[in-house]
């Protein structure tokens, strides 16, 4: 069986780092390209990192990207021309540059997702059920924390679990967004969604969403111990997107949820 070859960007990276680790014990693929947004002189298993360009990314099947939002972009309108695919974990996006991975996703297979983990979309299927059985007479806040070295906030993941409970109420997420508090003790419920996000030592990431009606408290939460639950699941994603035609899709596909 011919291996997918793969190319991984952001390879500098706490998750460029570890995909590398784990792409190497992963028999269905062979490492062909690691790319980075500024020149690195040694190489990293054999391997000479490249800045990202169209001769840099020519030569791959599928390419994992976990950088900034900036780098996506420029790494997706290379890959749209060359017509290969990625999975992205990138998080941090704009409305707008979410609309432009879009217009990208019908040229090329594109899989996005803030979290990787079975786990975690685990629950964000569960915030979504939860908070249509629920309706309206409960109000919800998200919590996550993550190592002192993240600099985007609300997280990916938190994000999405807004999403998960704007879709159980029918709404439109950016219309019930709340306040996005850094590193409070407490945060308060609010008829909108509101985060809160705590930056501190070396945790890969927890992520508990909370329904309050005044009455009752329902949590839902996750907490990951080892950062290869997130490499694995990027693997697994590239694996399942190779069959797949030009579109967007999520981990939310790949794990079949209804």
């Not at 011919?2 to 680790?21: A, D, S, W």
């Not at 939002?69 to 707008?96: D, H, M, N, Q, S």
């Not at 059985?133 to 600099?151: A, D």
């Amino acid at each position: 069986m011919n291996k997918i070859k793969l190319g991984i960007t952001g390879c500098m990276g706490r998750m460029g780092k570890q995909l590398i680790k784990s792409s190497k014990k992963d028999k269905s693929f062979k490492l062909t390209t690691l790319t980075e947004s500024v020149e690195i002189s040694k190489k990293i298993s054999g391997i000479k990192p490249e800045l990202n360009s169209f001769s840099s990314l020519k030569k791959v099947d599928v390419i994992i990207d976990f950088s900034v939002p900036k780098c996506t972009l420029e790494i997706l309108k290379i890959a749209a021309k060359l017509k290969k695919k990625v999975v992205i974990g990138t998080t941090g996006f704009t409305k707008k540059e979410e609309k432009l991975i879009n217009n990208f996703s019908k040229k090329i297979p594109i899989l996005k997702a803030g979290n990787m983990s079975l786990g975690i979309n685990l629950l964000m299927y569960l915030t979504e059920i939860t908070s249509r059985s629920l309706g309206n007479n409960f109000n919800s806040k998200i919590l996550e924390i993550h190592h002192k070295y993240k600099k985007d906030h609300p997280s990916g993941t938190a994000l999405m679990l807004g999403k998960g409970i704007a879709a159980g109420k029918n709404k439109n997420f950016y219309n019930i967004v709340g306040k996005k508090f850094l590193n409070k003790k407490n945060f308060p419920y609010s008829k909108k969604i509101n985060f809160n996000s705590i930056r501190k030592g070396e945790i890969i990431g927890e992520h508990e969403v909370k329904f309050s009606s005044g009455k009752e408290i329902i949590t839902l939460n996750h907490e990951a111990f080892d950062r290869t639950l997130y490499s694995d699941g990027a693997l697994s994603a590239s694996n399942w997107l190779m069959k797949k035609r030009p579109g967007l899709y999520s981990m939310r596909d790949l794990l079949n949820f209804s």
